[in-house]
């Protein structure tokens, strides 16, 4: 009974990178191929990730797709790429399933053929098992009553065997007789209750090991030093991962978000400097007293993207003005948050706006988020500049903070990870054009329903603008 009460135990936990947000979402080219390409990692390990791959050109003809370990040194054994199946309704669109075998850092090799010839993409992907998967309810009522059987029946079969296996048909057997076959019976029963209690234990030992495998999120613990923000990286423990093995994105280890909270109405983008001793360190801007939270992005060197999360309660700080990338942004109060609202006000008469089409929202569907800086007149404004090497940046954060994402035009994979996954061809994820476009897209598909705000930077004339727009998420 106790094995299976094991067996109903679900342990919902925080999830990776992107606060609550697993899913993988990439726009990128293989070779002449325009993807968007989307990943649903498993949530246990070893587990099955379903990927869907957008075309934007018509002239492809066939997809493969392949896991391989990312940031793996060593020779991989490559299994053999499995063929992406088209949609029958939209032959532009391939889904495929895809075994992740272990936990770790993950990428998805593309290999597109089409009229253009042959292109290839790695996609970063991590496998992190998020919970334990439980036994359904109705598995259990069917294995229940069948061990019963199962246990019952090897008892008496015992009994049986010892009472009436060596008598003459229609001879009933004498009392000696039924005396041992009841003393063989106990002695069976006996066992099996050991062989039960066995295997429970060693089932105990199964779930006790994979419960070290889930995967437990960085903590950020935070506190002020002098207007000096201090976060230190805490490692409750999982596996053997290391913090002082982080990569630089954009030459900053760490990209913060400081959300004012609940209201949300006071964001920064900051990029705290490593100390001396191993914390994180951040010259704080002038903020007002309040409580806020805080979301970390960092990557390992193995490729694996980290959201390390915290609060701190702050005293009103004079602080210091920005300087570099980092930047600041105002909206209104997420509870007067209006759904229909598609303009936020920047400083001088500009505007960014969110270029959205009439449709509800829906959650675990993937979309291409677009934002317009427009100037006093209604123009897409000019001098447009990349921000960390980006047309921008924008973070899609949950009114209840449950779910956080940090996306760029490339998806929601950093830049390391990208990077580590095509040595030959790093800026895969980048779009550079020459004369950059007022415009910026991201990739992005809300986990579920609910209140979202979304904080979406650019950079104009040497300014980082940070525009804020609210989004309600049908199931
Ligand atoms: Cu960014």
Known sequence: MKLLAVCFVIAALPVHGHVGSPDVFFEGNAGPYRLLIT??????????????IR?????VRQIHIVPLRLGFKGAQFAPVPDVAQPSHEDPQFYTGALWLMATGSWQVRVDVDGAQGPGRIS??????????AGMQKAMAAILLP???????GLVSIAGAAVRDAMLDPGKRPDPARVRRARIVMAVTAVLVAVGLWFGNSWWN???GFYSRIIFKPLQLKASVDGGRLVLQLEDPGWLNRRTDDLLPDHNHLMHLYVIHVPEMDLVWHLHPERGADANFEQRLPPMPAGRYALYGDVVHANGLAETASGEIELPPTAGSPLIGDDA??????VANADYTRTSSPLARGYRM???RGEGKLRARQPYEFRFRLEDGQGKPADNVQLYMGMLGHAAFVSADRSVFAHVHPSGSVPMPAIELAQPENPHAGMAMQSGLPAEASFPYGFPKSGAYRIFVQMKRAGEIVTGVFDAQVEP
């Open 39 to 52: 990943i649903r990692p498993p949530q246990v390990v070893p587990g099955v990730a379903e990927i869907e």
């Open 55 to 59: 075309s934007a050109s018509p002239d």
């Open 123 to 132: 996609v970063p992907v991590p496998a992190l098992a998020t919970r334990v």
């Open 146 to 152: 069948l061990a019963l059987v199962l246990c019952f």
């Open 205 to 207: 030992l199964e779930a």
């Open 328 to 333: 600041a942004g105002t909206g209104p109060p």
């Open 353 to 355: 706006v969110w270029v």
